[in-house]
């Protein structure tokens, strides 16, 4: 083996290492098994996917993010890369094994254990008002109309007039956004992710 070769496996060993903790399929696999309405998809979302998802959101200063249904945390830490400080993210996760998955592979983020539709209630009321961004993986289109309400309500009440940005495998919008008085903008669509996928920003509409 060459010293290209030997330098190119060592990296291709690193950046296993690397990933293989957040990704995790094989959680997500089982997970998607137990509850396919708690989980948008059978994998976890793609490079590409993260990187449309990265250039979408927005935080000012003294603002964070906030992520709904972080899964194994690809997304978060794509924000992370990007140049996030781990103290600016939030993140609300349901299901508890993966919620303390994302405790051990994001050190310095929140981790909020819990339904998002009590949002309200679970991030600290010095921050409603305050999040640039809200990122929602969790996969709506499969809800009734007032379930997907809750949850636009609930993103409402800490992020007002904020709107939300949420990726779906839909091939149109996953929500009826006539029907909660949004308005919807397709921002990028990924035909790279398995399955393609789309990133949606719904705003309150005027």
Known sequence: MTQGMKAAAMNAEATTRAVAPVANPGMFFRRWL????????VVPSSAALCRRIVAATRC???EIVLELGAGTGVISRALLR???PPERLFVVEIVPDMAMHLRRVLPGVTV?????RRLPALLPATLHGRVGTVICGIPLVLLPVAEQR???D????????RGFLHYSYCA???????KHALSARREAW???NFPPASVWRYRPAA
Request: proline fraction near 15%; hydrophobic fraction near 40%.
């Open 34 to 41: 137990a509850n396919p309405l708690q989980m948008g998809s």
């Open 60 to 62: 000012a200063p003294g």
């Open 82 to 84: 990007s140049g996030l």
């Open 112 to 116: 909020i254990e819990g339904d998002a």
């Open 150 to 152: 809750r949850f636009i």
């Open 154 to 161: 609930a993103i409402e009440a800490v992020a007002p007039g």
């Open 172 to 178: 149109t919008s996953p929500l009826p956004w006539r």
């Open 190 to 192: 990924t035909p790279l």
